[in-house]
């Protein structure tokens, strides 16, 4: 049986522990016990695998901002020592990495090949920990993820729906697009990358496109809520971190990879939402 690691219990840690367990030996690895950033530690969880899948991540993009040593050694050096760690066992690595690479060169999808600018210090630090990885020279795929949504953890969808269920009236910017993307069909993509072990940079995401205002407004539809949406420009919410007005996704080479067809964002989003109500 193929062993497997996972390092991060997150969001989508946990979501692809609970999908990979059938066919998989799986270990999950997540602070308090194990510390990504510890070479011992982390030398242990590659040689206890066949691959390793790091979700492991410092994720707040806000936080970050002031603790710029502690989210570069999570988010930039350890995936290097893990590469290194990967490369010198022939052990195969499938790291998450995000949209939050990119800042706004453009507003068309955004190819693997096009140029990061990162806008903030999560960004710069996850752009960094994707050079050390490939840098290290080890057998690896590295996934560009999006806008999650997931039941273990908090995101962008909860918290809409938490403060429209609360209030009558909801700001929501309506000048940052991209793709929500359920961890479930990350996890999917994760196992395809698993089977067929492809190298490089991917990008993976629902299908299509819509403002963060948009996604609001088809969870109010959903649940029928009376909350009056207001659209507004992310300058109305200002924050430490500077997030990019264009997350869209160009998907052309992970389709053809994977063994299903990314779903609409609308579509993953109806089932998500019908199984939390
Ligand atoms: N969520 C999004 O919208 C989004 C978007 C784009 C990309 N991503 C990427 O997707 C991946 C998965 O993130 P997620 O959504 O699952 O976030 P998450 O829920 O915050 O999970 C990250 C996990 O990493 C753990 N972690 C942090 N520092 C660690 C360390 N030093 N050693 C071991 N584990 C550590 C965290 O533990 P603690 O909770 O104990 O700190 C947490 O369980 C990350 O690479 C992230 O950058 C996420």
């Not at 806000?62 to 290097?80: H, I, K, Y």
């Not at 453009?106 to 693997?112: F, G, K, L, M, N």
Request: hydrophobic share 40%.
């Amino acid at each position: 049986m193929n062993r497997l690691t996972i390092i991060g219990n997150g969001m989508l840690g946990r979501e692809l522990a609970a999908a990979a367990a059938a066919g998989q030996d799986v270990t999950v690895y997540d602070l308090p016990d194990f510390d990504i950033t510890d070479r011992r530690q982390l030398r242990q969880a590659v040689e206890a695998a066949d691959c390793i899948v790091n979700c492991a991540a410092y994720t707040n993009v806000d936080q970050a901002e002031r603790e710029r040593e502690l989210c570069a050694a999570v988010n930039a050096a350890a995936p290097g020592m893990l590469g290194e760690l990967a490369a010198a066992t022939g052990k195969y690595v499938i790291h998450i990495s995000t949209d939050f690479v990119f800042g706004d060169l453009t507003d068309a999808p955004q190819r693997e090949t096009d140029p990061p600018h990162p806008l903030s210090v999560y960004g710069a630090t996850k752009l960094e920990g994707e050079r050390r990885l490939l840098a290290s020279g080890c057998n690896c795929g590295i996934i560009r993820v999006e806008w999650s949504y997931g039941a273990y953890g908090g995101n962008f969808i909860s918290k809409i729906l938490g403060l429209a269920k609360k209030l009558p009236e909801l700001k929501v910017v309506a000048d940052q697009t991209g793709s929500p993307t359920w961890t479930g069909d990350m996890a999917r993509a994760i196992l395809d990358f698993l089977g067929t072990r492809p190298a490089g940079v991917y990008h993976f995401a629902a299908a299509g496109y819509a403002t963060r205002f948009e996604v609001a407004a088809a969870i109010i539809r959903h649940f029928g809520l009376k909350t009056r949406l207001i659209s507004c420009s992310s300058s109305e919410f200002p924050a430490p971190a500077a997030r990019p007005h264009n997350s869209k996704f160009d998907c052309t080479a992970i389709d053809k990879i994977l063994s299903f067809r990314r779903p609409a964002w609308q579509d993953a989003l109806e089932r998500f939402l019908d199984r939390i109500s």
